[in-house]
């Protein structure tokens, strides 16, 4: 599970900023199953995701694909007069019962550090270290003469973790499956999933095709029953269409006639319920984009619950819908410390991201009510008069 990731010079964030999802009022869990994540448009919320984003891209592709030659694929803070400072990406994870941190700074042409330490028995135990062509291996790290030949193999662009793992160091494995394996992205704008992968999801003999159809039910579109069509040979796209069957009639609809946020629900399910069955952490830019209110409610409320989260799963979420933070149907959806803010200097164009904690809210305070206020920060700007008045010099009158 994540425990915190802090990223520098990635896209808005000039400066470092830190995500915690460190418990705030209790230690009885490791990790928060949730961080909301709220801010006005254009505040940078989108670019904090895509920072870990990059990280994941990074740790996958950057020996197996990056060019030898080539540019790093960095996306660095863009009003810098002077030379450009490192990014930086660092994460602390729990995986297995061991506490790791990982992280590494680097620069369009090379990685300048590198670093991975372990904590197992609460002791920090050092992996590796890298700084610039210099690297360090613990003495946790076995068979020299192998990692001797990865130093030999490791390029200036290319990350020792992505390296190491594909030569297979056992030490380094857990850090690196998490970044391929239990994290999960879902951008604005982007088709979370294509029918034809739904349609492999919700088919009869998928082990959770039950599940997602009960799902669907539960939305409250008016499905009654999700079936799933065989190709036909005369087709042209020759690929398996999921066809829905709203209430008693004989009817038949694909999901292409849908709406978006039936859509929207029909390609986030399959993902949500990998993630909750297995553990990992899925990040949903603009969870309220398509969803209402009260089934993104409910989509967060799968994470928190422990019978239907028993793997320890996380949400990450940026959302503007201010009713999550004190909904009419539960008592508390989102804890105070599961709350985050970004921020954006206008002037400068520089993200600042902050916790609902720095505010030291207390248990009755009606948060939705305060935030939209601007107690906290973090909402747009906006005057009724300039919007009159760009309406009415349309036309150079009145």
Known sequence: MLRSFRLGNHRSFRDEQELLLMPAYSKDRLALPVAAIYGANASGKSNLLDGLRFMAEAVRDSFASWRPEGRIPLDPFRFVSAQDPPSVFVVELVLEGVRYTYGFEMSHRRVLEEWLYSYPEKRKRVLFERNGDEVKFGTSMPDRAKLDVLVKLLRPNSLLLSLAAQSNVAQVLPVFRWFTSAVWFRFAGEEPLSEEDIAEHFAGDSPMSKQLIDLVRAADFGISNVTVHAPHPQEDDGRPRVVVQHGGHSKLLWLGEESAGTRSWFGLLPTALTVLRDGGVLLIDEIDASLHPLLAGRLVG????????????????????????????????????????????????????????????????????????????????????????????????A
């Not at 990450?316 to 105070?336: G, K, Q, V």
């Open 302 to 397: 799968l994470f928190k619950d422990l019978s239907t989260n028993p793997s320890g799963a996380q949400l990450i979420f940026t959302t503007h819908d201010a009713t999550l933070l004190h909904p009419p149907l539960a008592e508390e959806l989102l804890a105070r410390d599961e709350i985050w803010f970004v921020e954006k200097d206008s002037a400068t164009g520089v993200s600042r991201l902050y916790s609902l904690v720095d505010f030291k809210p207390r248990s009755e305070d009606n948060l939705e009510r305060r935030y939209l206020a601007g107690r906290y920060g973090a909402v747009p700007e906006l005057f009724e008069d300039r919007f009159a008045e760009a309406v009415r010099s349309a036309d150079g009158e």
